[in-house]
């Protein structure tokens, strides 16, 4: 598998994200309050909103636009909506945050 760093922890905020730019589109990267670090697909399976910009709550993200909650962990929609986002892995070494974009997945096909 192949990592591609992407920056440091500190450079995202607490129950925030950034985006970063990739051939396959936009990925948000989200921090959580606890520091855990996850990746997924910068869009909502809605109407396609920036979850980058939604509010991080636990392990989800609830999509600026229309409130869908997204679970981090799994990228699927959680309560009575229906949809995925695709999950990136992400790694955390010493802070420096890196991505592989070979492993990622789509929530729906799992």
Do not use: Y
């Amino acid at each position: 598998m192949t990592w591609i760093a992407i920056g440091h922890i500190e450079d995202i905020p607490v129950r925030g994200a950034r985006c970063v730019k990739t051939p396959e589109g936009k990925i948000a990267v989200f921090r959580t309050a606890e520091n855990e670090v996850f990746a997924i697909d910068d869009h909502c399976p809605h109407k396609g909103g920036p979850l980058s910009e939604g509010i991080v709550h636990g392990k989800a993200v609830t999509c600026p636009l229309h409130n869908w909650v997204i679970s981090l962990e799994s990228g699927q929609a959680l309560g009575a909506d229906e949809g995925a986002v695709r999950t990136i892995p992400v790694r955390n070494e010493d802070g420096t945050l890196s991505i592989s974009l070979e492993r990622a997945v789509l929530a729906a096909a799992e």
